[in-house]
């Protein structure tokens, strides 16, 4: 099958040819073929057109207006789409199927183009008689005059009302996927448009973020935005640029970022999306507290000391004066060796309450360190002073940690800003310095800088280092200094007393390095020498043939707190073979008040030794009675600070009564120290006091004088 060639319907030169044809034939001869032949050349085109029409007619419809929009024909098709009848449309204009959905200006655009004699292609939602909403494909073909004017318009149509469905339905799905997806999302995402009046609404707000706020499309669907600062930044954006800031809503801190849709260089829309940093700046927050707080006590610290410290410096003057306090707790170290960090950090938490209710307003306290506060106190050195005070007897009150009693002491070391231009690092020295002072003379007390510490401070430094090197070279030596029975005069016991003799500068008394040897740590090794050297000296005198006697050494608080310290002594028992019988072990007062419970376990284990406990300097410090029933101790002996004035104050004879009568009543043997005068003697006698040791008997004294007190004692009780 040969297909025709749309190109040569009715050829005009054909019709031509076989006009011309017809005129010149003769009338008599070949005129009929000659009609004949037209006639075979307008069926073909006739069936040509005939086929043609119908194959347009079934794939688009067609109508013809006149210049004023009135039709002037309409096929059967067209009239079969949209339900009217040919007399129904026929000479009126098409706004009888206007379905409302275009605007004026569509319908203005389609005629500005017809009358300028072009071709319009496009869609256009038509509305049937029976009220039916159908989609049209339209092409409107303007017939134009000899001058090419356009006179009439034909139009052609094809229905894709099903083809828009889909369309729709296409996107309808895309937008629920989209909005599907968009929920899901964990940000939030949202789109604004611009008003006519200049102000923005939301045109979509999507994203679990959103639902976690209830900030969604269905809430804020066209709702303008108020926020002046959110207004700024759109403005911005319409300007085309990219914009990011942080807001608060709520309890939440978001990140938004906004970005410009552009259509033809113009900003038409923006989108914009926000992530949840609430985290992230609640860790920044956090960061920054930590920063200049600490965590345990919730105090400022030390970088927030030093920021205010600063600042005070620079602004203050004599006439404004205050003071810097740093306060060093004594000995936490072996509260968190024995019981843990736990206990310790208790143990700072109640110091810190303490401190705080102490100082309150009148000055500002820091977490300066491990076991390290420091306040700034305004005020005049009286008031200073007498702040001091209050913080140092705060902080010796008992502490309850896990079911134990504590008692902890501190040092404090006051500097004062005396002259404008100090630097801040000159009176956090000063303070230091006065601290050190005062832990390696005696603790538990408060000390104000004097520029004389620096060169006593240095000389404590340097004899640090001379402590270390004379254990090293055995430079230490032991005297002993006997105790005698107060009734027959006997020499029962000696106490092993450590003596420095330094290769150059001479004797150096035990007052001066055993509180730095404790500040420093080498009190562990320092005792353990001594308990070591006395079990040896006890053994060589008793294999030498003299009588064995009891053998006390003096032991601080650091060592008694070590959880080791007994497993510690009966390895030098063993190590030396000393009948551990023998062997009496002197606790300070105080060292047993510091951590009570333990103190007692650490007791109990060197009496099931067979090591007998006195309880030395008993009356300087601040044990109760029910304590002293639940040491394991032997002996009680009373500090030679009372002894010394029993005669010339009446309240220390008073003292020392009573503490004979409740050591005896608790069953312990009572030494009286410090005795130098035969009325002394008498006086503890009168008063049925066990033992005594004093310079009326004999000073400390080394190993070789002690044998020949021996033998000589041995010689006149054979008398």
Not at 358 to 363: A, S
Not at 496 to 520: C, D, M, N, Q, V
Request: with cysteine; charged share 25%.
């Amino acid at each position: 099958m040969t297909l025709f060639n749309l190109e040569n319907i009715f050829d005009q030169n054909k019709l031509d040819h076989l006009f011309f044809q017809l005129k010149q034939t003769d009338k008599n001869e070949g005129m009929d073929q000659a009609f004949a032949n037209l006639k075979t050349y307008l069926d073909e085109q006739f069936k040509i057109y005939k086929d043609l029409n119908y194959a347009v007619s079934q794939s688009t419809t067609i109508t013809v207006s006149d210049l004023n929009g009135a039709i002037t024909y309409v096929d059967d098709h067209f009239c079969e789409l949209t339900g009217f009848s040919k007399d129904e449309l026929l000479n009126r204009n098409h706004s009888v199927l206007n379905s409302g959905y275009h605007d004026q200006q569509f319908f203005e655009n389609i005629w500005n183009t017809i009358l300028s004699g072009k071709v319009w292609n496009g869609e256009v939602k038509n509305k049937r008689k029976d009220g039916v909403l159908i989609w049209l494909q339209t092409t409107i073909v303007p017939i134009l005059n000899n001058e090419g004017a356009p006179f009439s318009f034909i139009a052609f149509r094809t229905d894709i009302t099903e083809k828009k469905l889909m369309e729709i339905q296409l996107v309808e799905a895309l937008q629920n996927d989209y909005h599907r997806v968009l929920k899901e999302l964990m940000n939030l995402v949202f789109r604004v448009k611009k008003t006519s009046d200049d102000g923005y609404i939301f045109t979509m707000v999507e994203g679990k973020l959103a639902e976690k706020i209830g900030l969604t499309t269905d809430y804020l669907l066209d709702q303008p935005i108020k926020s002046l600062y959110a207004k700024e930044r759109l403005d911005m954006v319409y300007q085309g640029e990219e914009v990011t800031f942080n807001f608060k809503t709520a309890d939440l801190y978001l990140y938004v970022m906004l970005s410009p849709i552009m259509e033809n260089g113009t900003v038409v829309e923006v989108i914009g999306s926000a992530v949840d940093i609430t985290s992230l700046k609640q860790a920044e927050e956090q960061v920054e507290y930590l920063s200049h707080n600490d965590p345990l006590t919730n105090l400022a610290n030390r970088t927030k000391f030093r920021e205010d410290i600063e600042k005070l410096t620079e602004t203050s003057t004599r006439n404004n004066p205050f003071s810097i306090l740093l306060c060093d707790l004594d000995r936490l170290k072996y509260i968190n060796d024995s019981l843990g960090e736990f206990a310790g950090d208790k143990v700072i938490k109640v110091i810190a309450e303490r401190l705080q209710r102490v100082i309150h307003d009148k000055g500002s306290l820091y977490r300066y360190g491990g076991d390290e506060f420091i306040a700034i106190i305004k005020g005049s050195y009286q008031e200073v002073d007498e702040l001091s005070d209050k913080m140092i007897n705060a902080i010796k009150k008992p502490i309850s940690v896990a079911g134990k009693e504590f008692f902890i002491t501190s040092s404090i070391g006051i500097s004062n800003f005396y002259q404008d231009g100090i630097l801040t690092d000159e009176l956090i020295n000063h303070a230091s310095i006065a601290v050190h002072y005062g832990k390696v003379n005696g603790r538990n007390s408060k000390l104000f800088y004097t520029p004389k510490m620096n060169k006593m401070y240095n000389s404590l430094l340097l004899l640090e280092g001379e402590v270390n090197r004379a254990l090293n070279k055995n430079e230490f030596v032991l005297h002993y200094q006997p105790k005698i029975n107060v009734i027959t005069g006997d020499i029962i016991g000696f106490e092993a007393l450590i003596r420095w003799f330094h290769k150059e500068k001479g004797y150096i008394p035990p007052s001066e390095f055993i509180p730095l040897a404790e500040e420093t740590g080498l009190i562990i090794q320092l005792g353990e020498w001594v308990i070591t050297e006395a079990c040896r000296q006890h053994v060589r005198w008793v294999e030498k043939g003299l009588k064995p006697f009891n053998i006390a050494v003096n032991v601080s608080a650091i060592e008694l707190q070590r959880s080791d310290f007994a497993e510690k002594v009966k390895t030098i028992v063993y190590e030396t073979g000393m009948n551990p019988e023998y062997l009496e072990i002197e606790i300070t007062e105080n060292s047993v008040m510091q951590n009570t419970e333990d103190c007692i376990r650490t007791m109990n284990q060197l009496r099931l030794m067979g090591i007998s406990l006195s309880i030395d300097d008993f009356g300087t410090g601040y044990s109760s009675l029910g304590y002293l029933r639940k040491f394991p101790i032997n002996h009680l002996k009373i500090d030679q600070s009372f002894i010394k004035n029993s005669l010339i104050e009446s309240s220390n004879a008073e003292i020392i009564k009573a503490m004979i009568q409740i050591a005896h009543t608790f069953g312990l043997k009572v030494v009286a120290e410090g005795v130098e005068e035969p009325h002394i003697l008498k006086f503890i006698e009168e008063q049925s006091c066990d033992y005594y040791q004093g310079y009326y008997f004999s000073k400390p004294v080394p190993p070789d004088e002690i044998e020949a007190l021996i033998v000589s004692d041995s010689e006149i009780r054979k008398l």
